[in-house]
């Protein structure tokens, strides 16, 4: 899975994620059964093979889960990475490309956000057609993947969460405050505190830059470490990059991990963006 999060506060957004990626394995047990026959009521030793649900079969520490879209947006990306042998990083790309050719050029992130979500719903139904199904296989509300599309309505904060299912709907969060998306069972968890202690909830409308970087990492980095100490395979790992989206400078990045040795000795964290 991943852990994707944002922030709106007086100042800008601020956009987080992990870096792990899991490979998921579909296994088979075999067992030994006696059976009766039918014809002539003796027992038998069969083999029989019986399915176990999908499991993590291993994880890589450096998938780009949070990029910047036509220099003004920042996207984080949850859930499935690969769609019809394409990841959602290159399709993103793709796409970012593809609009600038045509020169389409978008103000708002509501508008962004929908062209993302049609895109990737056709892709999606590209690889369930490959696996000789479709679309209305999949259950009512399940999201095969989704994403977090961060920036601005003129001078309005907006997260928009992105669902790519059976459909691709949206839903906007507009109000100053956080948003998480992905594997949040921490988070959900940390906040359940804040209804039992009221005066521990966070200020959201009073953060500055700092803060807001700060506590998303805070929630990450918690679910990580919550992770790394239970005992299962974890789903939220590797490093934590971190981007601020302002109407004024649109996508920065505040950290971004450092990839292959050509960068070896030189610094990612800096505000320079694609």
Same mark, same amino acid.
């Given at each position: 899975?991943?852990?994707?999060?944002?922030?709106?506060?007086?100042?800008?957004?601020?956009?987080?994620?992990?870096?792990?990626?899991?490979?998921?394995?579909?296994?088979?047990?075999?067992?030994?059964?006696?059976?009766?026959?039918?014809?002539?009521?003796?027992?038998?030793?069969?083999?029989?093979?019986?399915?176990?649900?999908?499991?993590?079969?291993?994880?890589?520490?450096?998938?780009?889960?949070?990029?910047?879209?036509?220099?003004?947006?920042?996207?984080?990306?949850?859930?499935?990475?690969?769609?019809?042998?394409?990841?959602?990083?290159?399709?993103?790309?793709?796409?970012?490309?593809?609009?600038?050719?045509?020169?389409?050029?978008?103000?708002?992130?509501?508008?962004?956000?929908?062209?993302?979500?049609?895109?990737?719903?056709?892709?999606?139904?590209?690889?369930?057609?490959?696996?000789?199904?479709?679309?209305?296989?999949?259950?009512?509300?399940?999201?095969?993947?989704?994403?977090?599309?961060?920036?601005?309505?003129?001078?309005?904060?907006?997260?928009?969460?992105?669902?790519?299912?059976?459909?691709?709907?949206?839903?906007?969060?507009?109000?100053?405050?956080?948003?998480?998306?992905?594997?949040?069972?921490?988070?959900?968890?940390?906040?359940?505190?804040?209804?039992?202690?009221?005066?521990?909830?966070?200020?959201?409308? +009073?953060?500055?830059?700092?803060?807001?970087?700060?506590?998303?990492?805070?929630?990450?980095?918690?679910?990580?470490?919550?992770?790394?100490?239970?005992?299962?395979?974890?789903?939220?790992?590797?490093?934590?990059?971190?981007?601020?989206?302002?109407?004024?400078?649109?996508?920065?990045? +505040?950290?971004?991990?450092?990839?292959?040795?050509?960068?070896?000795?030189?610094?990612?964290?800096?505000?320079?963006?694609?």
């Amino acid at each position: 899975m991943t852990l994707i999060v944002s922030l709106r506060i007086p100042d800008g957004i601020v956009i987080a994620g992990d870096s792990l990626s899991t490979v998921v394995g579909q296994g088979q047990l075999e067992a030994q059964i006696d059976v009766t026959c039918p014809d002539c009521n003796h027992q038998h030793e069969i083999k029989q093979n019986f399915p176990v649900p999908p499991m993590a079969a291993t994880t890589f520490s450096y998938a780009q889960k949070v990029f910047p879209f036509c220099k003004k947006f920042g996207v984080g990306a949850f859930g499935t990475g690969l769609l019809a042998n394409i990841s959602v990083y290159f399709t993103m790309r793709l796409l970012e490309e593809k609009l600038q050719k045509e020169k389409r050029y978008f103000e708002e992130v509501t508008a962004i956000a929908k062209i993302i979500g049609d895109t990737f719903h056709k892709l999606l139904q590209e690889q369930l057609k490959q696996e000789n199904t479709s679309v209305d296989a999949l259950q009512k509300k399940q999201a095969i993947l989704g994403f977090q599309v961060v920036g601005y309505d003129d001078t309005q904060p907006k997260t928009v969460e992105v669902f790519v299912g059976r459909k691709a709907h949206n839903r906007v969060q507009s109000e100053l405050g956080c948003t998480y998306s992905g594997s949040g069972e921490m988070v959900h968890a940390i906040w359940g505190l804040y209804n039992t202690d009221p005066q521990s909830q966070p200020p959201y409308p +009073i953060f500055s830059l700092q803060d807001a970087i700060d506590y998303a990492e805070f929630l990450i980095r918690t679910t990580i470490d919550h992770q790394r100490f239970s005992q299962t395979i974890p789903t939220v790992g590797g490093d934590i990059d971190i981007a601020l989206v302002t109407p004024f400078d649109g996508f920065r990045w +505040i950290r971004q991990k450092t990839l292959g040795k050509i960068l070896e000795g030189e610094s990612n964290e800096t505000d320079s963006s694609y």
